[in-house]
């Protein structure tokens, strides 16, 4: 008859459990089993009762001094709230970003005005809107912006073939 290694092993190891657990068993034979139970009531219930005397004791100065009808079951009256007047803070205005533009230099000055000048006298119809252009991108801050632009949008429809 041929058993499979896993039936072994299982058998193995309820053998070493057996063993261990009546080993166990021997040892404990000597000392008396405590019941845990019994002791967790008796100090439960002392515990309560002490609770309750305490409870007793200070309920019973505090029902001299109280008057009879304070007794019932009205709630106190709700203290009164001073008025509060409540301040007006208008919202803060957005701040506007202002644009600094570069200093040019009297060399750099008149070499734009030269440039301008030409501009206006070629093509008036394309003049005005790379007059545009380089407004928008004079300064360091709307090239990059420019150039950020065109590396996510790609070339114009116009550029492309």
């Known amino acids: 008859m041929e ?13 070493i459990s057996g063993i261990k657990w009546f080993v166990e068993q021997v040892k404990n034979k000597g000392q008396k089993p405590h019941d845990v139970s019994e002791d967790l009531e008796e100090i439960y ?3 309560r009762e002490q609770i309750r005397r305490r409870q007793t004791e200070l309920q ?3 029902e001299e001094q ?3 009808h304070a007794r019932e079951n009205t709630p106190p ?23 600094k533009r570069p ?3 009297a060399a750099e000055q008149a070499a734009l005005a030269n440039l301008q000048q030409r501009s ?3 093509r008036n119809t394309r003049s005005k809107g790379q007059q545009n252009i380089r407004d928008l991108l004079s300064s360091p801050q709307s090239a990059q912006q420019a150039i950020l632009l065109h590396e ?4 114009p429809k116009s550029l492309q073939s």
Do not use: M, N, T, W
């Not at 290694?5 to 190891?13: A, E, R, S, T, V």
């Not at 996510?152 to 070339?155: A, H, M, T």
């Open 3 to 15: 058993f499979d290694g896993q039936l072994i092993f299982l058998l193995l190891f309820v053998l």
């Open 45 to 47: 219930d002392d515990f």
């Open 60 to 62: 019973d100065p505090i």
């Open 66 to 68: 109280v008057p009879h």
């Open 77 to 99: 009256p709700l203290p009164v709230a001073a008025p509060v007047q409540q301040e007006y803070i208008p919202d803060p205005l957005p701040q506007v970003r202002k644009v």
């Open 103 to 105: 200093q040019l230099s």
């Open 120 to 122: 206006r006298s070629g």
């Open 152 to 155: 996510i949008l790609g070339k």
